[in-house]
């Protein structure tokens, strides 16, 4: 099994998840040392075929160059699942980590199945990420789902003994809302482990962590807010529209029929007339609207070498403010509670 994977000392920056925001700076996830590009690169493309299409329209060769190219942009964050692509994903980034020698933050997730009701379950998952991962520790490992049968205080008890073992180095969770998050950030430190992160989907076109509490408690705990479908599944790109619509199975989503797409045009306009004035693509200015602000970090999911280029070209600059602002109001329709808001 190879070694820990974030090689150098981590330099602690932007410790402060209120501080103004400047989409030019590696930041620190929570109170973890992991400091890390707030452009990371999502992998549940990595292996997935039935939603993706893994396989059919891409593959591995396309993943080790998307990884080379994640490297040589300067993207240090992964995100991956024990469940992407029934551990596929796990397995083609630790492929890439082994060949590559890189120095990477590695993040992965627990996914609180039915069958797991025992304390047993949550190490052996954890042991078996390891080993497709290939690495002896797991940078941060995150619960994937606020639900399980499994008692909380047991599950988080059992990771803070894996960080108290060198097997994961720190704790995040995913798809929590505000009251759960908080629940959690107490139990886990009652066993003396902070919580560092809580992923959750957030995009132009998904702004319910605005209102629902998320955002706030996320500061308020100096937390990550690590935002998945952060280009709400490549509606944001402005490679579809009405007419343009994507294939695969996983385009069957509803979002994607012509209704919805037709609902975006405007967005997806700003995104292109303000890209112009910097030279970017609707993409990353998308990207970029989440990484200005305080304690966000962004994980767009790639499938080739030209996504991870393109993705990484939202760091280093920033939107101007009045840009910020005119995304933020042409957005506004999707600032709203989500479907599930009441449930997380
Ligand atoms: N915790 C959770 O419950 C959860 C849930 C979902 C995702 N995630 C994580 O978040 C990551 C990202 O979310 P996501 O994959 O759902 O959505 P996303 O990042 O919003 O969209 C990814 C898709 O957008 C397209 N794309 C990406 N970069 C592009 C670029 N530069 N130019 C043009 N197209 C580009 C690609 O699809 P096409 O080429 O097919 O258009 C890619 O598969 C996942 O990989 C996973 O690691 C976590």
Redesign the pocket.
Known sequence: MARNRLCPPPRVVARNPGRPAIATEPVCIGRSDLVVNPIG??????GDRRY??YGI?YDAEDIAAAFDAAIAAGLNFF???EI?GRGE?ERLLGRQLERSGACVAVAS?YMPLPNRFSAAAVAGAIDASRRRLEVRTIDLY?V??PFSLLRKGVLLRELARAVEGGLIRWVGV??YGAGRLRRAARLLASYGVPLVAN???Y?LLNRAPEINGVIAACRELDITL????????????G??GPGKR???A??TVSKFRGHDLVRVEPVVRALREIGLQHQK?P??VALNWLIRQPGVV???????A??????AGAYGWSLSDAEAQRLNEVSAPWRKRGLLDRLL
């Open positions: 690169v999502g992998t549940w493309q990595w993706w299409g329209d995100d991956t699942a992407y994903s997730k995150q994937h789902w995913s798809n992923q959750v989907n995009s690590i935002a998945y479908s952060p280009l709400a599944q490549g509606l944001l790109t490679k579809y994507p294939d695969g996983g385009k693509s993409a990353q962004a994980i767009p999911g790639v499938k080739n030209a996504h991870a280029r393109s993705n």
